[in-house]
């Protein structure tokens, strides 16, 4: 989102937490989820940055990269 002085700003966070090795929840677009979040194996960190890196995949492109 972009506020009235055309600042970017996060919204929509309601799905977040904080995790300190695991967790199993699946929630969110599948174009965008990790392989094992998919699989349902339990995921870290590592998941997050392949949703990024697929988010920007789309916004240099236009489409997601699968």
């Given amino acids: 989102m972009i506020d ?8 929509d966070l ?4 904080w995790v300190n090795d695991r967790t199993f929840t699946a929630v969110g677009t ?3 989820m990790a392989p094992e979040v ?3 194996k339990g995921y870290g960190l590592k998941a ?6 697929i988010l920007i ?7 997601t990269p699968f």
């Fill in 14 to 17: 309601g799905f977040a937490k």
């Fill in 30 to 32: 599948d174009h965008f």
């Fill in 4 to 11: 009235s002085e055309g600042h970017i700003k996060i919204v």
């Fill in 57 to 63: 995949c789309e916004l240099l492109t236009g489409h």
């Fill in 38 to 40: 998919l699989r349902g």
């Fill in 48 to 53: 997050d940055v392949w949703s990024f890196g």
